[in-house]
């Protein structure tokens, strides 16, 4: 049976868990998603967690954070003034919101702490700076 390979299609389902056993996302009750091997779809710990594998395949698979998203990052967190958010906001810890840099480009935000004064954004991905771990059963290669 093939096996997996770089460049090649492949349907996957897959349950991701954090360190604690906490699970953040799963496939399971959704069609399986699809991605091409080393064309930069998913993370890269998670690409090579399947390279090898043949359909019907099943492995748990722990990816370092350096392989998934990255450390978190201190330089993506800024404090601004309140008085430098829409007026009609009321900002609250976990609220997302997306800013705009000058050159227009988007970026997505989560409210992290919120003062009289101040709110504080952070730009990193949620799961930045943790360890993931994966269960992941190959379905299908095309």
């Not at 690409?47 to 359909?55: I, S």
């Not at 009289?116 to 954004?121: E, G």
Request: glycine fraction near 8%; avoid cysteine; hydrophobic fraction near 35%.
């Amino acid at each position: 049976m093939a096996q997996a390979n770089v460049g090649d299609t492949v349907k996957i389902h897959y349950t991701g868990k954090l360190n604690d056993g906490t699970v953040f996302d799963s496939s399971l009750n959704r069609e399986p998603i699809e991605f091409t091997i080393d064309a930069g779809q998913v993370i890269p710990g998670f690409e090579q967690a399947v390279l090898g594998m043949t359909p019907g395949d099943s492995k748990t698979e722990m990816i370092p954070m350096d392989k998934a998203y990255g450390p978190h990052r201190s330089e993506m967190v800024l404090e601004v003034t309140r008085d430098k958010m829409p007026p009609d906001l009321n900002p609250e810890i976990g609220q997302q919101l997306q800013i705009q840099q000058p050159n227009g480009r988007v970026i997505p935000v989560v409210i992290t702490d919120v003062t009289d004064s101040n709110v504080r954004l952070d730009a990193n991905h949620p799961l930045a700076g943790q360890d993931l771990t994966f269960d992941i059963q190959l379905v299908e290669i095309s």
